[in-house]
């Protein structure tokens, strides 16, 4: 039996299945389900709820896009190798050189009024923005 064939006669069987429900009042259809069991308001109240759901999870879809990409940002961020060195020295000679390549905000900034925590975050702040030089100094 071909495909078509096969789709004509289900479609046969349905349309078989269906007429006596199609010809039933509202209320003969809602009496046919209690006496099968079943709540028609309950059913009611599951296919909204199905529906609500649904559509949530697609107005949601973009959301957790950006949230799976934000979560694979931080993943990179945190795997690189940093070139940040240790010594206040090089750590100041690393700053100036990402400030000749690129001009920046704290440009002005005294490195004498900067403690090595600071000096070593605003460098670390400069690496995950991709402003710092390649190579160690």
């Given amino acids: 039996m071909t495909d078509s064939k096969r789709s004509d006669r289900l479609e046969r069987i349905v349309e078989t299945l269906m007429e006596p429900f199609e010809k039933m ?12 069991g079943l709540d028609p308001d309950a059913m009611v109240q599951e296919v909204r709820a199905d529906f609500a759901r649904i559509a949530k999870e697609y107005k949601q879809r973009a959301l957790r896009e950006m949230q799976a990409g934000y979560e694979a940002a931080v993943e990179r961020f ?42 070593r975050q605003l460098l670390e702040q400069l690496d995950a923005l991709g402003l710092l030089p390649d190579e160690e100094p």
Wanted: glycine share 4%; no cysteine; hydrophobic share 35%.
């Fill in 78 to 119: 945190h795997a690189r190798k940093s070139h940040i060195p240790t010594d206040v020295g090089a750590m100041q000679a690393v700053y100036v050189k990402a400030q000749r390549a690129h001009p920046l905000t704290v440009q002005h900034r005294d490195f004498a009024g900067m403690s090595p925590d600071e000096l």
């Fill in 25 to 36: 009042t509202p209320e003969e259809r809602r009496a046919d389900l209690r006496e099968s």
